[in-house]
């Protein structure tokens, strides 16, 4: 099945075409009800901004699943690619999200103005998006794919930034409860109470609790939250504050290669709970004299415990009637572990007072873990002069982060098998500590210029430094500070309105992405002494030159665009793992040369009926490295080949119904083939999925405002499809395909909400 569903775009575009025409006259009409009109339309292209921007209003959150991960509601966008193991998107060492071929960790992520870091799993400078609020309470989301906002808080944006926002408290008082149950014994409660404006402001407060099986093996994922904001309006000024906190426990599914998968199937997991099948296979495979790669095939068990608080204040001024100020301070703290119960370390017995072995308190297995803790705060502050023909725009940023982060072992004794949902303690080693300060400081200028009534061009630049300092506090490694700066980094723009229902758009941006202040993971810290010294002084942090254009359309009840763009993307960043994953051997960083992007998206929703909503995307692009790199002294030819995990065509439709009672929705989501090898000799084909939603709203039921029931099902078809790729991240080549970085997507599975509003 290689390109599905091509007439997809060709009849959206028809019918961009001959609807409206048949609904309007020659000339465009903008009076008060074709406005209301178009504001039903739920996903828009962002007509008037000098760059790509795509967004979606609370409608396409309310109306998602409940707790599915937004950014799962966002990957109906073009350029988004979104993958993740579970139903909901929210298994965290498995979410993937990348944006024209440029990865989760090399894009920007903000919630009410405050930076989320990169969301990478073992998270250094942020929390992701799923643990920093409650799906519930997303109001809008909005999503730049080449060239972000100049003064978005990111140090990691070479490819877009994709900005979310909380919901307000309702104006009147009010309660809110939901119960979801699901497949694989899935519950879901969420409750939230409203306190209604008052001369104090208004208030809301949330409270999540989630639990799930696995769809395979054993082991539950478990997510508890609190949700808390405020606001005060004071004539044309507001105030707000938010803390939120999150409690995640998530039990691993096993990474899986295409030999393990053809070998066992796609269900095969970790051993856990069955400790004893565990020892047996670290007894019979995993020791050093007789080591064969099937040790790697499965573990005892994995898991990712993290705590998390943050909490934002804003005052978002009107200093005259033509100047805001916009100054938002945040706090950060996470407690954080990885858990694996490695066979590559042992635990010793006990002694006795004699100093002999007591039986039955060793074993061949260890739990190994990375350790994170985040103190970070920061300031966020914006300014705007609005003179007329010139809008001028000012904005710094600055953040503090002490990042802590280790790597330990923990004995693990069969009379005393420690919890995978607990944070273990008191140590038997520690293999490496290391304590982290990251001060980042952003300032961006720019000037928006109304030449004509038609007319807008824009120009700006960003100035950023971001200075890691690193301490080996245990173990062996590098000590050192190292800087990633960029003085200049401009962003051009310009918009053409052709009519009042066309314009056109171009932008030229430069972005830097900071070295990653950790251990682990693509960072400059993460080998050895000797490698740090020789690699800080000659280290280049990677950039991006982006070029997009596009054509934007709108009328009654529908809104379209298509953008091209090509991405010159420098000083690649490439950390070699050195062995399997689980023996944490350090890995080997250097700059490996340049990407070129290239690609082409369409976007179109509209208004069938009064009722009736469709949506359509598509992606067409082509990622492929420039240069050939050397690894291991041996020359690896990657030049010219595809750009790992980006996948060439994506296609996504979705048709929804709601007419303020019955409410539904159905999407087909297509990809094709993703290499996870940087010689393309291995790959993973493409899939098609389709998920669909119906539900019910009865107004004044009893003493209840609003009584709703909603019942979803994805991958209704219950196809077997590899939805992660490089979860132990990517290999220069796989011929033989043992390779495990894989991770098979959900089956289908089922989900029934039942929600009362008081």
């Known amino acids: 099945m290689k390109h599905p569903m091509p007439c997809a775009l060709a009849l959206a575009l028809s019918l961009a075409y001959a609807l409206p025409a048949s609904a309007q006259s020659t000339a465009p009409s903008t009076d008060a009800s074709d406005r209301a009109e178009l504001e039903r339309v739920t996903v828009s292209v962002g007509r008037g901004q000098l760059r790509s921007v795509q967004s979606l209003n609370q409608a396409e959150f309310d109306n998602a699943p409940a707790g599915t991960s937004p950014l799962a509601t966002v990957a109906r966008l073009p350029g988004v690619n979104f993958q993740a193991a579970d139903g909901l ?86 309660f809110r409860a939901s119960q979801t149950l699901g497949s694989d014994s899935a519950t879901r409660t969420f409750l939230r109470v409203d306190s209604g404006a008052s001369s104090l402001g208004q208030v809301y407060l949330s409270y999540t609790n989630q639990d799930a099986d696995k769809w395979k093996g054993s082991g539950q994922q478990k997510l508890e939250q609190w949700n808390f904001k405020w606001v005060k309006t004071v004539g044309d000024s507001r105030l707000s504050a938010f803390a939120n906190t999150s409690r995640r426990r998530e039990v691993d599914y096993q990474d899986l290669s295409l030999d393990l998968i053809k070998r066992r199937g796609d269900t095969l997991d970790n051993f856990y709970p069955d400790f004893t099948a565990a ?13 064969v790669a099937a040790c790697d095939d499965q573990y005892y068990a994995g898991a990712g415990l993290r705590n998390d608080e943050l909490a934002g204040a804003t005052a978002d001024l009107r200093l005259a009637t033509n100047t805001t ?3 938002t301070a945040y706090y950060h703290h996470n407690k954080g572990m990885g858990l694996w119960f490695t066979p590559y370390t042992a635990t010793p017995a006990l002694k006795d007072a004699t100093g002999n072995d007591i039986a039955g308190t060793g074993s061949p297995i260890a739990e190994r873990t990375t350790e994170y803790g985040i103190h970070r705060w920061g300031v966020v502050s914006n300014a705007e002069m609005d003179l007329g023909e010139h809008l001028l725009k000012a904005g710094v940023w600055f953040e503090d982060n002490d990042f802590d982060q280790a790597r330990r072992f923990y004995a693990v004794r069969p009379n005393a098998l420690p919890s995978v949902y607990q944070f273990p303690s008191n140590p038997m080693s520690t293999q490496w500590q290391y304590g982290f300060n990251t001060k980042t400081t952003q300032f961006s200028l720019s000037d928006t210029w109304s030449v004509t009534k038609e007319l807008t061009v824009g120009a700006g630049f960003k100035s950023l430094k971001v200075k890691i300092d690193g301490q080996l506090e245990a173990g062996t490694g590098p000590s050192g500070s190292i800087t990633a700066q960029k003085n200049f980094l401009p962003q051009l723009g310009i918009n053409y309105r052709l009519s009042a229902s066309n314009e056109l758009y171009g932008t030229i941006a430069r972005n830097m992405r900071a070295y990653q202040g950790a251990a682990t993971g693509t960072s400059p810290f993460a080998t050895t002494a000797a490698g740090f010294d020789a690699i800080k002084g000659t280290l280049k942090p990677e950039t991006s030159d982006t070029v997009e254009a596009g054509w934007r359309t709108s009328g009654r009840g529908y809104e379209g665009s298509v953008s091209a763009y090509l991405v010159n993307f420098k000083d690649r960043l490439l950390s070699i793992q050195q062995g399997s994953g689980i023996q944490g051997n350090p890995v080997v960083l250097s700059n490996v040369g340049d990407v070129r992007a290239t690609g082409v998206e369409g976007a179109l929703s509209f208004r069938l009926a009064p009722t009736l909503t469709w949506y359509n995307s598509v992606s067409l692009s082509k990622s492929t490295y420039r240069d050939d790199v050397v690894s291991g002294g041996t020359p690896v030819a990657i030049r010219g080949k595809r750009v790992t995990d980006a996948p060439d065509t994506m296609v996504k439709s979705q048709l929804g119904y709601d007419d303020g009672a019955l409410f539904g929705s159905i999407g087909v989501d297509y990809m094709s083939k993703r290499y996870y090898s940087y010689t393309n000799d291995a790959s993973v084909p493409d899939r098609t999925l389709v998920n669909v939603s119906a539900g019910y709203k009865m107004k004044n039921v009893s003493m209840l405002r609003e009584l709703s029931l909603q019942a979803s099902v994805s991958n209704l078809f219950d196809k077997h499809y590899i939805s992660t790729i490089g979860s132990n991240g990517f290999t220069n080549s796989d011929k033989d395909g043992t390779y495990a970085t894989l991770l098979p997507g959900a089956p289908r599975q089922f989900y029934v909400t039942l929600t009362g509003k008081f």
Request: with cysteine; glycine share 12%; aromatic share 12%.
């Open 325 to 327: 100020w916009k100054t």
């Open 89 to 174: 998107g929210n298994y965290e060492w498995s979410t993937r999200f990348t944006v024209r071929g440029f990865s989760q960790n090399q894009l920007g992520f903000t919630l009410d103005d405050v930076p989320l870091g990169d969301m990478s799993y073992g998270n250094f400078n942020g929390l992701h998006i799923s643990r920093a609020i409650s799906s519930e309470n997303v109001g809008r989301a909005s999503l730049s794919q080449g060239a972000g906002a100049l003064e978005a808080a990111s140090s990691s944006n070479l490819g877009g930034t994709l900005q979310f926002y909380s919901n307000d408290p309702a104006g009147q008082f009010g």
């Open 279 to 291: 020892v047996n296979a670290a007894n019979t495979l995993c020791q050093p004299s007789n080591y």
